[in-house]
């Protein structure tokens, strides 16, 4: 009887040691949030920028511009061939650049480098794009020879043209706003600093301390 009695003080003697091992150990079992383990390598994907106006009319402006270097691409024969060529370089060019920023974007990549003016780099980018897009459709309509693949790469290079013009306006008002938003913001904060140096020069009890 005694033997079981020592046994059982034993066990609770062990248990309540356990019990005080674990709450005191440094190695606690973490629950981590079932967010942070979603995507490759805490990359995930922002379907609120993809379903939005700028989200979209990336999208738009990366599959455009695929379509027109395709187009462009199929031309076996061409006489002269610098409009051609032109196009050629102006369609690839606004692919790559918009299908990294796209992908920046819609990562939120971009938020990692934040040394970069994302924002200001995307109206670059829409600006030169539109301007291209506008040159070389029209060069390559005045110089081609009314193939299909022609005629099909000017189409598409304009519709690109005005995707891109719509994304650069509405990228410049963006850009305005938020300059504006910047601006008030800084001069709040400086009014503010002054009305409570002013209230501290008022204030004597402060002054007292002070000296």
Same mark, same amino acid.
């Given at each position: 009887?005694?033997?079981?009695?020592?046994?059982?003080?034993?066990?609770?003697?062990?248990?309540?040691?356990?019990?005080?091992?674990?709450?005191?150990?440094?190695?606690?079992?973490?629950?981590?949030?079932?967010?942070?383990?979603?995507?490759?390598?805490?990359?995930?994907? *922002? $379907?609120?920028?993809?379903?939005?106006?700028?989200?979209?009319?990336?999208? %738009?402006? #990366? +599959? !455009? =511009?695929?379509?027109?270097?395709?187009?462009?691409?199929?031309?076996?024969?061409?006489?002269?061939?610098?409009?051609?060529?032109?196009?050629?370089?102006?369609?690839?060019?606004?692919?790559?650049?918009?299908?990294?920023?796209?992908?920046?974007?819609?990562?939120?990549?971009?938020?990692?480098?934040?040394?970069?003016?994302?924002?200001?780099? *995307? $109206?670059?980018?829409?600006?030169?794009?539109?301007?291209?897009?506008?040159? %070389?459709? #029209? +060069? !390559? =309509?005045?110089?081609?020879?009314?193939?299909?693949?022609?005629?099909?790469?000017?189409?598409?290079?304009?519709?690109?043209?005005?995707?891109?013009?719509?994304?650069?306006?509405?990228?410049?008002?963006?850009?305005?706003?938020?300059?504006?938003?910047?601006?008030?913001?800084?001069?709040?904060?400086?009014?503010?600093?002054?009305?409570?140096?002013?209230?501290?020069?008022?204030?004597?009890?402060?002054?007292?301390?002070?000296?």
């Amino acid at each position: 009887m005694r033997n079981g009695e020592e046994l059982e003080g034993f066990d609770g003697e062990a248990s309540s040691t356990s019990m005080i091992s674990g709450a005191s150990s440094p190695y606690q079992p973490t629950t981590e949030p079932v967010s942070q383990r979603r995507g490759l390598g805490g990359l995930r994907c *922002d $379907l609120d920028y993809l379903r939005g106006a700028f989200g979209r009319m990336k999208l %738009a402006e #990366v +599959v !455009l =511009a695929l379509v027109a270097f395709i187009c462009i691409e199929t031309i076996m024969e061409c006489s002269p061939c610098e409009g051609l060529y032109f196009f050629e370089f102006v369609s690839c060019s606004a692919l790559v650049v918009t299908g990294v920023l796209l992908l920046m974007f819609s990562l939120n990549l971009h938020i990692r480098i934040p040394q970069i003016n994302w924002n200001l780099t *995307d $109206l670059v980018n829409t600006g030169l794009s539109t301007f291209f897009f506008f040159i %070389a459709s #029209v +060069v !390559l =309509a005045a110089l081609n020879h009314k193939t299909g693949a022609e005629i099909a790469a000017v189409i598409f290079g304009f519709l690109a043209m005005a995707v891109y013009a719509v994304n650069t306006y509405l990228a410049i008002k963006k850009w305005r706003m938020n300059s504006r938003q910047q601006n008030s913001r800084q001069t709040s904060d400086y009014i503010r600093a002054r009305t409570e140096s002013r209230e501290v020069d008022h204030r004597p009890e402060i002054q007292r301390l002070d000296a």
